[in-house]
Each structure stands twice: as structure tokens, then as C-alpha cells.
């Protein structure tokens, strides 16, 4: 059975720092749930209550959407190292775009990655920890190198026009609020 707790414990920070790998789901108020694999180092915790999220440029953008229709959403961390834990998050989100007026005051608590287009700020309202006997055991060997490129090569330019063709909205179709 797993526990439950109304804050991140300090164990359970230590372990989201050591994890590179974390899941993010949201879900519109009707249409497809989603469920996105997140790696990088582009998450803070903030305190035991919020957390910071850098989201980079991708082939879509539901979580920007969701999120604007229903903040709700859910981080999940899996131990696939030694200690068998998984970990969830739950809480309300709200997104910061590029061209939002809090943007640089946000985006200094993060790692400045080349393709960052949204930074979610998520308030946690409740934590659950549960074994992780399932989960099984994988190593990281390294961070792939291809979406730090592939931005790169685009440069902010390229990235707006990226956005504008790929990332406007999800694929149920609502808006997701990103500027071109």
C-alpha cells in the first residue's frame, strides 16, 4: 500500500535529484489524456510544496494546453537504480511562456537548454510513494544529445517557426498558447 503526505519529504527530494528520468501527465477537460516521458536536467524543486519544470521544444504540445484548460497534473519518478520507489506528484500547474513577463525570473532557477519554450510551476498538493518491486532495474548511461542540436541548429527563429507549424495546437486541436 502505498503512503500518502501533503508535502515532498526531504528523502523524497533527494530522490527526484537523482533520477533522470521523470513522467508528466495532464488531461483536457475532454479529449486524450496525455502522458509524456521528460529527461534533461530541466526540473527544480522549489520547496516541498512546488516545483519548477523547464519544457523544451517537441513534436507536440498538449501539456501547455492542458494545463491552460485544467491545471491539474501529475509528475511521476520510477527508481530503476537501486532503491526500488516510485513517486508521485500531484498538484496544479501554470505555464510561463517565452514571451511572458515572468519568464526570466522563473527561467534563472533552470538550466538554460536551447529549445526551452514553456516553464510549468506546478503547486503539489499531495505526494504518494508507493515500492517499486515492478519496476525494473536499467542504467543511465547518458543524455541524448539530439534535441540539444537539433535546437541549435534551428535557433530562436526556427524554433518560432517550428512552433508555429508543429506546436499551436494539440492533437485534439485546442490552442496551447504559444507564440510564434
Same mark, same amino acid.
Given at each position: 500500500m502505498g503512503?500518502?503526505?501533503?508535502?515532498? /519529504? $526531504?528523502?523524497q527530494t533527494a530522490f527526484i535529484a537523482e533520477q533522470h528520468l521523470f513522467f508528466v501527465a495532464t488531461a483536457p477537460v475532454q479529449g486524450r489524456v496525455n502522458l509524456s516521458p521528460k529527461g534533461m536536467d530541466a526540473l527544480r524543486v522549489m520547496s516541498p510544496t512546488r516545483i519548477l519544470w523547464l519544457n523544451v521544444t517537441g513534436s507536440g504540445n498538449e501539456t501547455a494546453a492542458h494545463v491552460a484548460q485544467d491545471p491539474r497534473i501529475t509528475l511521476m519518478w520510477c527508481g530503476f537504480a537501486a532503491r526500488p520507489l516510485i513517486l508521485r506528484a500531484y498538484g496544479t500547474a501554470r505555464v510561463t511562456h517565452r514571451d511572458d513577463a515572468?519568464?526570466?525570473?522563473? %527561467?534563472?532557477?533552470? $538550466?538554460?537548454? $536551447?529549445? %526551452?519554450? /514553456?516553464?510549468?510551476?506546478?503547486?503539489?498538493?499531495? #505526494? /504518494?510513494?508507493?515500492?517499486?518491486?515492478? #519496476? $525494473?532495474?536499467?542504467?543511465f548511461v547518458a543524455d541524448r544529445p539530439v534535441l540539444h542540436k537539433w535546437a541549435e541548429d534551428k535557433g530562436d527563429e526556427g524554433l518560432r517557426e517550428y512552433w508555429a507549424t508543429r506546436n499551436t495546437t494539440t492533437i485534439d486541436g485546442a490552442p496551447t498558447g504559444i507564440v510564434p
Open positions: 503512503k500518502r503526505y501533503s508535502e515532498l /519529504q $526531504p528523502d515572468d519568464w526570466l525570473s522563473l %527561467a534563472a532557477h533552470l $538550466p538554460g537548454i $536551447p529549445g %526551452a519554450r /514553456q516553464i510549468f510551476d506546478v503547486a503539489i498538493d499531495l #505526494v /504518494q510513494s508507493s515500492c517499486g518491486f515492478a #519496476v $525494473p532495474f536499467m542504467d
